[in-house]
């Protein structure tokens, strides 16, 4: 075998998996197509890990709780409520943890074909600098946001209508803002004839000093699993940030003489399709806030957001405080040797926010990551070394 894990996918929930992995003492690759770690992060322009300290349970163990301190001790966080920084900070501060870690990291690696044998994979190959790569490993991590190493792997998705998973987004940063008061612009805004539908509501926050605001304001619907889908929206979002500064100088307060000073390079989809696992995480469990008999991280309960309310039935909840994520949710039915962490765990698609937060997919990666270095064990073991990674389950 050329590694014992393989991490398919080097965002929060990949970061979380591999350095998870790495400290049983196993030999672990992790790729991306990316040039880094980060992923939404850092290549979707999105600096902001909200709930790192609202999900204190989740967050400040394990991972992620380092993760925070290193970005602490490095003075790279600019705004200490929701943890805002840069994507350099992040990309720069993941790289040398998982360095630390003794994690093999692989980047401009696209994952596209998967040996499959008896319900096992054997083998994956990735697309890099116009040659193929072909890795084995024991175990497998799917931390690709898509599930994309679970589908070509053959598991099975839950159902979801594309048109019914949250709007794709191309973030934007505009500089020269004066008196930005947030809960003002959100009150302001349904009287404001904000130009596009499919955005419900005032986005924006503060990411350098109090005139650089980033905005969440361009939003679309469609199909993240389909390529000529992507190019579309990514198209379409960009000819509406124009669009939207324009809005901005002339109807928002503060705005009037704002620059734009950065656009995502890549769209952020926040949700597109989720496995289906050993157990699958349902809205009536968040509601009713139903025990889990083997936790392994820490998510919300609260769930819809980002324009459900157009759906054909509206499904935005807000239920107070924290529910446990359990073991199951990041087991695929039907391949063994595969453990899936990060936005694309076993949830139903109207759930999704309850997992979906960075920390929260940091937390899940590194217990698939621990999961799959010791081959997918049952619950006890999980827990013992998850409790050892000082990890809050
Ligand atoms: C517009 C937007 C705003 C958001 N705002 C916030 C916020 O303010 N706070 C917050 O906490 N969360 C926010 N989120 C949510 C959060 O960013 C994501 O849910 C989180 O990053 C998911 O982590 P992940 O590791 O599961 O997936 P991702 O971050 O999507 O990482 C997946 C990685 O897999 C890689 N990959 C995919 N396919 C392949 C392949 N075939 N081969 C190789 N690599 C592959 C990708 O390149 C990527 O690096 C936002 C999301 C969006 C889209």
New binding site residues.
């Given amino acids: 075998m050329d590694y014992d894990v393989i991490v398919?996918?080097?965002?929060?929930?990949?970061f979380g998996a591999a350095i998870g992995a790495a400290r049983t003492g196993k030999k672990v690759l992790l790729?991306?197509?990316?040039s880094g770690?980060?992923?939404?992060?850092v290549?979707?322009g999105?600096p902001?890990?909200?709930?790192i300290r609202d999900f204190d349970a989740a967050s400040r163990g394990g991972v992620a709780g380092e993760f925070a301190q290193a970005m602490e001790k490095d003075a790279f966080i600019v705004n200490n409520i929701?943890m805002n920084s840069s994507e350099f900070a992040i990309g720069l501060t993941m790289t040398r943890m998982l360095k630390a870690a003794g994690v093999r990291m692989l980047f401009y690696?696209?994952?596209?074909t998967v040996d499959v044998r008896n319900g096992r994979i054997r083998n994956i190959t990735?697309s890099a600098c116009g040659k193929n790569h072909t890795f084995t490993a024991e175990t497998f991590v799917d931390?690709?946001?898509?599930a994309?190493l679970a589908r070509s792997a053959g598991a099975e998705i839950l159902p979801y209508q594309v048109n019914e998973t949250m709007t794709?987004?191309v973030?934007f940063r505009v500089t020269g803002v004066t008196d930005f008061d947030k809960p003002k612009l959100m009150e302001l805004f349904p009287q404001l004839d904000f130009p596009f539908t499919y955005q419900d509501r005032f986005m924006g926050?503060i990411v350098g000093d109090g005139n650089d605001i980033l905005l969440?304001l361009t939003a679309i619907s469609g199909d993240a699993l389909d390529a000529f889908e992507l190019t579309r929206m990514d198209m379409e979002l960009r000819e509406q940030i124009p669009v939207v500064l324009k809005w901005m100088k002339e109807k928002l307060p503060g705005f009037e003489n704002c620059r734009l000073s950065a656009a995502a390079p890549v769209i952020?989809?926040?949700s597109s399709c989720n496995i289906k696992g050993k157990e699958i995480i349902t809205c009536a469990d968040l509601d009713n806030n139903t025990p889990v008999s083997d936790p392994v991280a820490c998510g919300g309960r609260s769930y819809g957001e980002h324009y459900v309310n157009c759906f054909s039935s509206p499904w935005r909840k807000s239920n107070s405080g924290t529910r446990a994520i359990p073991y199951g949710a990041l087991l695929p039915e039907k391949i063994a040797n595969l453990c899936v962490?990060?936005?694309?765990i076993s949830i139903e698609t109207k759930a999704v926010t309850a997992v979906?937060?960075?920390?929260v997919?940091m937390a899940t990666?590194q217990a698939a990551g621990v999961a799959a270095a010791l081959g997918i064990p049952e619950y006890s073991k999980l827990k013992a070394e998850l409790q050892r990674q000082k990890c809050n389950i």
């Fill in positions: 398919c996918g080097g965002g929060p929930a990949g790729l991306d197509k990316n770690p980060g992923g939404v992060a290549y979707c999105c902001v890990f909200s709930g929701t690696a696209t994952l596209h990735v931390a690709t946001g898509d994309v794709k987004t973030l926050t969440n952020g989809v926040r962490g990060g936005r694309c979906r937060l960075m920390p997919c990666g």
